[in-house]
Protein backbone atom coordinates (compact mmCIF):
# COMPACT_ATOMS: atom_id res chain seq x y z
CA UNK A 1 0.00 0.00 0.00
CA UNK A 2 1.24 3.43 -1.15
CA UNK A 3 2.12 6.62 0.92
CA UNK A 4 1.60 10.00 1.21
CA UNK A 5 5.68 9.92 1.92
CA UNK A 6 6.48 7.90 -0.98
CA UNK A 7 4.43 10.36 -3.46
CA UNK A 8 6.11 13.47 -1.83
CA UNK A 9 9.50 12.13 -2.31
CA UNK A 10 8.59 11.48 -5.97
CA UNK A 11 7.26 14.94 -6.28
CA UNK A 12 10.68 16.06 -4.22
CA UNK A 13 12.43 14.51 -7.33
CA UNK A 14 10.20 15.54 -10.04
CA UNK A 15 10.96 19.32 -8.72
CA UNK A 16 14.61 18.90 -9.32
CA UNK A 17 13.86 17.77 -13.06
CA UNK A 18 11.10 20.29 -14.01
CA UNK A 19 12.25 23.26 -12.05
CA UNK A 20 9.40 23.98 -10.26
CA UNK A 21 8.64 23.79 -6.57
CA UNK A 22 5.41 21.67 -5.11
CA UNK A 23 6.48 21.66 -1.84
CA UNK A 24 3.34 23.46 -0.98
CA UNK A 25 0.76 21.64 -2.26
CA UNK A 26 -1.53 19.72 -0.52
CA UNK A 27 -1.68 16.11 -1.09
CA UNK A 28 -4.86 14.19 0.49
CA UNK A 29 -6.03 10.47 -0.40
CA UNK A 30 -9.51 10.37 -1.02
CA UNK A 31 -11.82 7.01 -0.23
CA UNK A 32 -15.00 9.01 -1.32
CA UNK A 33 -13.14 9.63 -5.39
CA UNK A 34 -14.77 6.39 -6.76
CA UNK A 35 -15.39 7.93 -10.88
CA UNK A 36 -11.69 9.63 -10.79
CA UNK A 37 -8.35 7.94 -9.74
CA UNK A 38 -7.03 11.56 -9.19
CA UNK A 39 -7.58 15.70 -9.67
CA UNK A 40 -5.27 18.73 -8.81
CA UNK A 41 -7.21 21.19 -7.67
CA UNK A 42 -5.70 25.19 -8.08
CA UNK A 43 -7.41 27.88 -6.88
CA UNK A 44 -10.26 30.37 -7.85
CA UNK A 45 -8.95 33.47 -8.47
CA UNK A 46 -6.32 33.09 -6.33
CA UNK A 47 -7.90 32.09 -3.41
CA UNK A 48 -7.44 28.67 -1.61
CA UNK A 49 -4.79 25.50 -1.57
CA UNK A 50 -3.89 24.10 -4.69
CA UNK A 51 -4.75 20.65 -4.06
CA UNK A 52 -3.64 16.78 -5.31
CA UNK A 53 -6.21 14.24 -4.51
CA UNK A 54 -5.43 10.76 -5.13
CA UNK A 55 -8.18 7.73 -4.74
CA UNK A 56 -7.37 5.25 -2.34
CA UNK A 57 -8.37 2.80 -5.27
CA UNK A 58 -5.87 2.80 -6.84
CA UNK A 59 -3.55 2.45 -3.45
CA UNK A 60 -2.55 -1.17 -4.38
CA UNK A 61 -2.24 -1.45 -8.29
CA UNK A 62 1.70 -0.06 -8.51
CA UNK A 63 1.71 0.57 -12.17
CA UNK A 64 -1.93 2.96 -12.23
CA UNK A 65 -0.71 4.78 -8.69
CA UNK A 66 2.49 6.02 -10.28
CA UNK A 67 1.18 6.74 -13.71
CA UNK A 68 -2.18 8.93 -11.72
CA UNK A 69 0.94 10.62 -9.54
CA UNK A 70 3.13 11.87 -12.21
CA UNK A 71 -0.28 12.71 -14.05
CA UNK A 72 -1.73 15.12 -11.17
CA UNK A 73 2.10 16.17 -10.81
CA UNK A 74 2.10 17.38 -14.80
CA UNK A 75 -1.07 19.32 -14.19
CA UNK A 76 0.49 21.29 -11.02
CA UNK A 77 3.99 21.51 -13.04
CA UNK A 78 2.01 23.27 -15.82
CA UNK A 79 0.19 25.24 -13.59
CA UNK A 80 3.25 26.51 -11.57
CA UNK A 81 4.85 27.27 -14.83
CA UNK A 82 2.19 28.78 -16.66
CA UNK A 83 0.40 30.70 -14.09
CA UNK A 84 -2.95 32.34 -14.62
CA UNK A 85 -3.95 29.80 -17.61
CA UNK A 86 -5.58 27.32 -17.84
CA UNK A 87 -4.29 24.03 -19.89
CA UNK A 88 -5.74 21.24 -19.07
CA UNK A 89 -5.07 18.45 -20.79
CA UNK A 90 -3.63 20.16 -23.74
CA UNK A 91 -0.34 19.91 -25.45
CA UNK A 92 1.68 21.33 -22.68
CA UNK A 93 0.55 19.06 -20.36
CA UNK A 94 1.14 16.64 -22.60
CA UNK A 95 4.72 17.49 -23.35
CA UNK A 96 5.19 17.83 -19.17
CA UNK A 97 3.65 14.22 -19.28
CA UNK A 98 6.27 13.13 -21.55
CA UNK A 99 9.17 14.31 -19.28
CA UNK A 100 7.95 13.21 -16.22
CA UNK A 101 6.81 9.55 -17.34
CA UNK A 102 3.72 9.48 -17.20
CA UNK A 103 1.04 8.50 -19.98
CA UNK A 104 -0.09 11.75 -21.64
CA UNK A 105 -3.57 10.64 -21.74
CA UNK A 106 -6.94 12.39 -20.41
CA UNK A 107 -8.66 9.34 -19.06
CA UNK A 108 -6.81 5.66 -17.15
CA UNK A 109 -7.79 2.83 -19.16
CA UNK A 110 -10.75 0.34 -17.69
CA UNK A 111 -8.01 -2.10 -16.28
CA UNK A 112 -6.48 -2.24 -13.54
CA UNK A 113 -7.51 -3.07 -9.93
CA UNK A 114 -9.22 0.86 -9.61
CA UNK A 115 -11.25 -0.68 -12.65
CA UNK A 116 -12.18 -3.91 -10.68
CA UNK A 117 -13.57 -2.47 -7.50
CA UNK A 118 -15.23 0.28 -8.96
CA UNK A 119 -17.40 -2.37 -10.97
CA UNK A 120 -17.60 -4.57 -8.13
CA UNK A 121 -19.41 -1.25 -5.77
CA UNK A 122 -21.44 -0.21 -8.57
CA UNK A 123 -25.02 0.21 -7.52
CA UNK A 124 -26.57 0.91 -10.62
CA UNK A 125 -26.15 0.17 -14.46
CA UNK A 126 -27.44 1.53 -17.30
CA UNK A 127 -27.56 -0.40 -20.47
CA UNK A 128 -27.77 0.58 -24.17
CA UNK A 129 -30.73 -1.36 -25.89
CA UNK A 130 -29.12 -0.33 -28.81
CA UNK A 131 -25.45 -1.48 -28.59
CA UNK A 132 -25.86 -3.21 -25.28
CA UNK A 133 -23.55 -0.73 -23.90
CA UNK A 134 -23.16 -0.76 -20.21
CA UNK A 135 -21.92 2.12 -17.55
CA UNK A 136 -21.76 1.40 -13.83
CA UNK A 137 -22.44 3.96 -11.05
CA UNK A 138 -21.57 3.60 -7.27
CA UNK A 139 -23.85 6.17 -6.47
CA UNK A 140 -26.96 7.75 -7.50
CA UNK A 141 -26.35 10.57 -9.59
CA UNK A 142 -27.37 12.94 -12.48
CA UNK A 143 -28.14 9.49 -15.13
CA UNK A 144 -29.62 7.30 -12.46
CA UNK A 145 -31.67 9.73 -11.25
CA UNK A 146 -33.26 10.80 -14.60
CA UNK A 147 -33.59 6.79 -15.49
CA UNK A 148 -35.76 6.43 -12.08
CA UNK A 149 -37.95 9.42 -12.80
CA UNK A 150 -38.63 8.20 -16.48
CA UNK A 151 -36.97 10.55 -18.38
CA UNK A 152 -34.11 8.55 -19.42
CA UNK A 153 -34.52 9.72 -23.40
CA UNK A 154 -32.94 12.55 -22.50
CA UNK A 155 -29.32 10.59 -22.07
CA UNK A 156 -27.42 9.11 -25.18
CA UNK A 157 -24.93 6.75 -25.31
CA UNK A 158 -21.71 7.51 -26.00
CA UNK A 159 -20.79 4.66 -27.97
CA UNK A 160 -23.67 4.68 -31.03
CA UNK A 161 -25.81 7.77 -30.02
CA UNK A 162 -29.01 6.13 -28.91
CA UNK A 163 -31.50 7.43 -26.58
CA UNK A 164 -32.97 3.64 -25.29
CA UNK A 165 -31.53 2.79 -21.74
CA UNK A 166 -32.48 -0.01 -19.15
CA UNK A 167 -31.83 0.51 -15.70
CA UNK A 168 -30.61 -2.20 -13.84
CA UNK A 169 -29.79 -3.63 -10.17
CA UNK A 170 -25.81 -3.98 -10.53
CA UNK A 171 -24.76 -7.86 -9.89
Known amino acids: MHTLEEVRREYDRLDR ?3 VDTSRIELR ?3 RAVRQLGSFRSPARGAGPLRITLSALILDDDEQFWDTVRHEYAHAAVYLLHPGEKHGHDRAWRD ?6 CNPKRL ?5 RAAQLRRQRAKYVIRCETCGAESRYIRRGKA ?10 SLRCRRCGG ?9
Not at 144 to 153: K, Q, S, T
Open 108 to 112: APEQG
Open 144 to 153: VDLMLRGRGR
Open 17 to 19: LVG
Open 96 to 101: MCRLVG
Open 29 to 31: ISK
Open 163 to 171: SRFTLLAAE
